[in-house]
């Protein structure tokens, strides 16, 4: 059986309705459909509150609210676990800063979310604006200057 590692860079995308500008929001640097993981970069020197931000894939079936009190610490990058609950899923190798999906019943989500062949992501502020997403091919140019 040959494994293949899918990791793509994603693309900046801001909404005209957002209040924050390009360089103060945090943005999708990496997605692991593989895996089963997307990592956001927080670009701020200050942390960065998710209260009420949502993660989607590319057809919004499967969205995940991040938990109250989520925050990205400065310059850091915070790891989104999609699939958890998997059996083969390794809880020992964890990223520092990340959050783990779950379901609306609070159990660890067992069904994979990320598509191996062609895969979207989407970072949603409370507004519903949609202000990073991060699809196969396309490069990232604030995680590439990095």
């Not at 997605?31 to 989607?56: C, G, K, M, T, W």
């Not at 520092?96 to 949603?124: A, F, P, Q």
């Not at 949609?130 to 590439?144: L, T, V, Y």
Request: glycine share 4%; net charge negative; hydrophobic share 35%.
């Amino acid at each position: 059986m040959e494994i293949r590692r899918n990791i793509e860079i994603g693309s900046l995308f801001q909404s005209s309705s957002s209040d924050f500008s390009l360089l103060d929001v945090p943005y999708i640097t990496c997605v692991d459909a593989e895996q089963e993981f997307v990592v956001i970069y927080n670009p701020r020197n200050e942390y960065f509150a998710l209260d009420h931000y949502s993660i989607a894939d590319g057809k919004m079936h499967h969205t995940f609210k991040f938990p109250r009190r989520c925050k990205i610490p400065p310059r850091t990058e915070y790891c989104i676990y999609t699939c958890p609950g998997a059996q083969n899923f390794d809880h020992g190798s964890l990223m520092e800063y990340h959050v783990l999906w779950t379901n609306h019943d609070g159990s660890l989500r067992r069904m994979e979310v990320l598509n191996n062949e062609k895969c979207c992501v989407k970072l949603i502020d409370p507004k519903g604006a949609i202000i990073s997403q991060c699809e196969a091919g396309m490069q990232n140019k604030q995680a590439a200057a990095r």
